[in-house]
């Protein structure tokens, strides 16, 4: 069984600030872990994938994630925060590429405050 | 053009009207998924495709099927609509080995009446 859950599912911050993102899973084998983004009125698009490779995920608009398998968490961050960020994020988990589909968190809904 | 897109995109319709909302891509993906999004649930797999002879259920399959007429096409019907369905559905591609990167499409806004 895989399941992600997501604390919060309200952040506000002020622009220039730090973003943090709270993911954490749940997978009885090694899972590859992901941050899905949906803009308001759009559907989602990839913002960065853990395959096993580096712990430290780099993705786009300057977002990251790290991979902590003792803490079986993987939270976004970005330094400092900006207007156009303000949208909802999904983490999603899936421990087998092959056969088995994407199981996605309920969200958390990003505020940037001017 | 938009690399995977959902018709009709707004759909309001009455308890026990038979539905279907349509998935088209030009991404040449041979994956495709359909999920439900409502407040404060994320999203919620109700049927995926491997490629046009294999379907399978997701989680919340119930009172939905789907077909798969090509591979570029995946329909969703609601066979008899009810309130509990009005929500946001999307459809998703996905190429095979690409680690479960989905593109998705720009929604369909379902209310049942």
């Known amino acids: 069984a895989q399941s992600v859950t997501q604390l919060g599912s309200h952040v506000s911050v002020s622009e220039g600030a730090l973003v943090l993102l709270r993911c954490n899973y749940s997978s009885s084998v090694p899972p590859y872990l992901f941050w899905y983004v949906q803009y308001p009125n759009q559907g989602l698009q990839l913002l960065l994938k853990?395959?096993?490779?580096?712990?430290l995920v780099k993705g786009i608009n300057g977002f990251e994630a790290e991979f902590k398998k003792s803490e079986t968490s993987f939270h976004l961050t970005k330094p400092s925060a900006h207007m156009s960020d303000a949208a909802e994020y999904f983490c999603?988990?899936?421990?087998?590429?092959?056969?088995?589909?994407?199981?996605f968190g309920s969200g958390t809904r990003l505020q940037v405050q001017p | 053009d938009a690399d995977v897109t959902q018709t009709p995109r707004n759909r309001i319709t009455k308890t026990g009207k038979r539905i279907m909302l349509e998935c088209s891509q030009t991404k040449g993906h041979d994956r495709m998924y359909w999920y439900r999004q409502d407040p404060g649930l994320g999203l919620r797999l109700i049927y995926y495709s491997f490629d046009v002879k294999d379907i399978n259920k997701g989680e919340i399959s119930d009172g939905y099927s789907v077909s798969r007429q090509a591979q570029a096409k995946f329909s969703l019907s609601l066979e008899s609509a009810i309130p509990n369905q009005t929500a946001l559905y999307f459809c998703a591609t996905e190429r095979t080995g690409s680690y479960n990167e989905q593109f998705f499409g720009p929604g369909t806004r379902l209310t049942v009446l």
């Open positions: 999603a988990v899936t421990a087998d590429t092959g056969r088995r589909a994407l199981t």
């Open positions: 853990y395959t096993s490779a580096a712990t």
